[in-house]
């Protein structure tokens, strides 16, 4: 079993920044493919960003691309996702999850993640 919490969420004005941490607890993350999702109210579940056991390879949704980063520390089993030039619509809740043999091809879809954290908002004010 492997636990995540998310942490480093909170209100930021549209153009700020904010670094998102996912720290794994219960078993080593550096086995596994770390993803980030987000949701907001009505809307369904989206796919931000994907980084590979080794981070050799990285994934992006579009509306994030160029403007997120996703990073892990497999010494410190925590995954990080830095926002940068926030928008309004980035408001949602975030939630980090792991998943193991996640083919690359897959990264972006929920079902292929075997465990997840509680989430963290993202207010991001116009």
């Known amino acids: 079993q492997v636990q995540l919490a998310e942490s480093g969420g909170g209100s930021v004005q549209a153009g700020g920044s904010l670094r998102l941490s996912c720290a794994a607890s219960?078993?080593?993350?550096?086995?596994?493919?770390v993803g980030w999702f987000r949701q907001s109210p009505g809307k369904e579940r989206e796919f931000v960003a994907a980084i590979s056991w080794s981070a050799e390879h990285t994934s992006y949704g579009d509306s994030v691309r160029g403007r997120f980063t996703i990073s892990r520390d497999n010494a410190k089993n925590t995954v990080y996702l830095q926002m940068s030039t926030l928008k309004f619509e980035d408001t949602a809740v975030y939630y980090c999850a792991a998943g193991h043999d996640v083919l690359a091809a897959m990264r972006r879809y929920a079902s292929e993640y075997n465990y997840w954290g509680q989430g963290t908002q993202v207010i991001v004010s116009s």
């Open positions: 219960g078993r080593t993350l550096s086995r596994y493919t």
